[in-house]
């Protein structure tokens, strides 16, 4: 089957109910028709008086490029309202589908009888297969916990991303690149501060390829 806004509304209601406690704000809801993913949730996040770190406006996709069974549909759903349970309520994890993220699943699953899984995604090889259309913009941050992380920045907001995650994140260093190297596409691409915990030993063959980017005022080069 392929996702209807109806299946998407009317499921997100009866999970909400009985998994979440009725707890996860109600998000926007799209069909969408990306190629890699069958599900995604997206968010804003804004400083709030300067101090917290707060998010909202959720958007919660399902792609049409997927024909799928009605329970897989279900899962990924799922899958996707861990994600906003995780968000909405401030809960830091190690990475994105983390340590919290992977006892909410298997908590579910075995509680539910479901099959949620980590990722619907393509697998590594066949994203490194994939040809981009165009060059990945993104930051790699050094934490000040010694983790990794990059965000893959949509080029009109590169200006806006380099003031203000150093405002939002606890930072050691912060570099700038782009690359048409297919492992950064499967990152989403941000317009707002969100960092994405990576391992540095698999990110250092890719900047190894990467053009360092630099800053004069608004001018990027």
Known sequence: MLPTLDFLSSRFAQFNQTIFDGRLPMPTFRIGYARRSQGSL??????HFGVKHRVGDFTLTLSRKFDCPEEEWEDTLIHEMIHLHIAA???????THG??????????NARWGRHITISKRLSVEEAERETLSAPRFFCVVKLADGRTALTVAAKTCINSLWR??????????IDWYWSADAYFSRFPVARTPRLYVVKAEDLAPRLAKAVRLTKDGKRID
Do not use: A, C, E, L
């Open 42 to 47: 997206s968010y804003k996040s804004v400083r």
């Open 89 to 95: 309520n401030g809960i830091v994890d190690t990475s």
């Open 99 to 108: 340590k919290v993220f992977r006892q909410m699943m298997h908590d579910i």
């Open 164 to 173: 203000d995650i150093p405002r939002v994140y606890k930072t050691i260093s």
